[in-house]
């Protein structure tokens, strides 16, 4: 088989065998595995309302090394069975799962025991397909249950954010690249229908064959890079891994090395699909930088735009405003992930938390400054003008006025955003008056809630779980947030800023993102109530 093109798609076909599962109103599918491995599922639930009956284990990259793995899934299930009206719950395999082979009979036996719950595991994707044993469908698993009592009555969980994998494809948009993803089927389907913006073409999935599993899976994926780069399209291939690879410690040097034999520059990004966009981007982007360090020559005003992505930011023509503003004082803009970094910067512009880490090498090894404001309104694009006037000791145009703010409002706020995006909405609501106001930030793993700490710059609440987010969820008299956050935390007053981390593409079209035409709208008829 050789390397298909992953393309958007929307799915209108409600037959899956999730679909089927989750037509039973007492049944909760507990997905277990990686993070891209329920964002699709996640999406799914969504579509058809199923959302309250689809719940997530998350099992970390080292969980399955050590063998953890199981008690996590364990615990998610035992979770699960305490949802009110819950009768039966499927736990929905990963391919790790079933290539480690957990005790799945004992899982079913002591847990639909312990929980009172009838658990059965349900075995899907290619490595069941490609597994010696048969396994039982949706069909029969259900036909084999007692007759359906009842409806589960929960809240949906939080949405799983993109995965690492979706955020470096999303990032890298050089001219002349193929973005090349090594995975099982199943994991090119949360890029499909979720996290692959519609005019993308030049990411592809390389699938392995049955017996690379067992025996490895770098002369499959040798051969087709070879084959890929052969017909001469790319100049450049990024090599994408995904859970199974990744666990298999997959490596990429002869697949690399297959290309670099075509004339290609070759790299594998640092992905694994466990981690979260902002994560994987943020590596990626450090990686990127020191690479390009090596060859620099120094500019005389170059500003780099680290943090970019469509997904992570939005559209791109928020930024056209401040680079004319930019390139007027004659500042050659560069924005890393699109253009080559050739020269080295006088200035860093850090949009997102994505780069942050970048940044702050750049400004370890290189002493070059930062700016993280974003233009936000009068009073924010006043700030920010100046901030970048002063680093690059550019005349201020006019002086720089605070807008006097409106009366005092007592409504408590919560912003929940990007950190550097909550913090240019913390400006403009205390500009016109608010005063209460509390910033957070979701953060699927520890390595992006470091990310988060790194580049707030005021006190921001970052939490993993809704537990931790309930209290400040609660006591708000509106919050600014993407839609995808209530289902989870009950209904609010939203000023809506989606994001495709949460999102996707939906939420990365014209006019998105926090200096876009759509937030600039809603924010708008906020203030004027």
């Not at 349900?122 to 397909?129: T, W």
């Not at 145009?397 to 995006?421: C, F, N």
Request: aromatic share 6%; net charge negative; with cysteine.
């Amino acid at each position: 088989m050789s390397m298909q093109p992953i393309l958007a798609e929307e799915i209108r076909d409600f037959d899956t065998s999730l679909d089927r599962l989750w037509a039973r109103r007492d049944l909760v599918v507990v997905a277990a595995g990686a993070l891209i491995c329920f964002r699709s599922i996640y999406h799914r639930a969504m579509q058809i309302g199923a959302c309250g009956r689809f719940r997530y284990a998350a099992v970390r990259a080292e969980d399955y090394v050590l063998g953890t793995a199981e008690e996590t899934i364990r615990d998610a299930v035992r979770d699960a069975a305490r949802l009110l009206g819950v009768r039966v719950v499927v736990i929905y395999l990963s391919c790790l799962d079933i290539l480690t082979r957990l005790g799945f009979a004992d899982i079913e036996c002591t847990l639909s025991a312990e929980t009172g719950c009838i658990v059965r595991c349900f075995f899907r994707g290619p490595l069941a397909k490609a597994d010696s044993i048969r396994h039982e469908t949706a069909e029969e698993l259900l036909a084999a249950l007692p007759p359906e009592e009842g409806t589960v009555t929960a809240s949906a969980p939080l949405p799983p954010p993109m995965s690492d994998t979706a955020g470096v494809s999303d990032f890298l948009r050089e001219e002349g690249a193929a973005h090349v993803l090594v995975t099982p089927s199943g994991c090119r389907n949360a890029l499909a229908r979720m996290d692959l913006m519609p005019e993308r073409s030049d990411v592809y999935a390389l699938i392995p064959q049955a017996e690379d599993y067992i025996f490895g899976m770098e002369e499959t994926a040798a051969t087709e890079i070879g084959a890929l780069t052969a017909e001469g399209t790319y100049r450049t291939v990024h090599l994408l891994s995904s859970p199974v690879p990744a666990f298999m410690a997959m490596e990429a040097a002869p697949v690399l090395q297959a290309a670099e034999e075509q004339g290609c520059r070759a790299c594998a990004s640092p992905t694994d699909g466990f981690h979260d966009a902002v994560c994987g981007v943020a590596a990626e982007l450090l990686r990127l930088v020191q690479e390009a360090a090596n060859g620099w020559w120094a500019a005389w005003q170059t500003v780099l735009i680290l943090g970019y992505s469509p997904l992570l930011f939005g559209d791109m023509a928020q930024l056209d405003a401040p680079t004319a503003f930019l390139t007027a004082y004659g500042c050659d803009v560069c924005t890393a992930g699109r253009d080559a970094l050739t020269e080295r910067p006088s200035l860093v512009w850090l949009v997102s938390a994505a780069g942050v880490s970048a940044a702050e090498w750049l400004h370890r090894e290189y002493d070059v400054p930062v700016v993280r404001s974003l233009p936000l309104g009068t009073a924010g694009q006043t700030a920010w003008r100046a901030e970048i006037a002063s680093v690059l000791g550019l005349p201020i145009e006019g002086a720089s006025v605070e807008q006097t703010a409106g009366d005092p409002r007592s409504d408590k706020i919560l912003v929940i955003a990007d950190p550097i995006a909550a913090a240019a909405i913390d400006r403009l609501l205390r500009a016109h008056g608010f005063r209460n106001i509390r910033c957070a930030a979701y953060a699927w793993d520890e390595e992006t809630a470091a990310l988060y700490r790194q580049a707030a710059e005021t006190d921001v609440l970052v939490f993993r779980t809704a537990a931790e987010l309930q209290p400040a969820w609660d006591a708000a008299d509106a919050v600014v947030a993407d839609p995808a956050l209530p289902p989870a935390m009950g209904e609010k007053r939203i000023v809506p800023l989606p994001s495709g981390l949460l999102s996707g593409r939906d939420a990365a079209g014209e006019g998105s993102g926090v200096l876009g035409t759509d937030f600039a709208a809603a924010l708008d008829a906020f203030l004027k109530c």
